[in-house]
């Protein structure tokens, strides 16, 4: 888990358009997990439902990182297509 910097919640702020446009709705930069440690959490809580959002969250960071293969290999096609023009 680590803390969002006022570049990142910048970022992605700009990515969503909910709550007040200024702050979103955040007084303080919010913490965030990494795909290990939503992991290293699943392990320690043991409820259902803490077991089903952890399974959720870690299906969503599978989704993403498929979803970044393919842009990469979107990019790299891209910039052969460039390289020929």
Known sequence: MFQMTHI???????RFATSKKEK???RKLPYVFTEQGVAMLSSVLNS?????VNIGIIRVFTRMREMLITQKDVLLKLEQIEKRY
């Not at 990142?8 to 700009?14: F, G, N, Q, T, V």
């Not at 259902?48 to 089903?52: H, L």
């Open 48 to 52: 259902e439902t803490a077991i089903e």
């Open 24 to 26: 979103m709705g955040l």
């Open 8 to 14: 990142e919640l910048e970022d992605w702020k700009s």
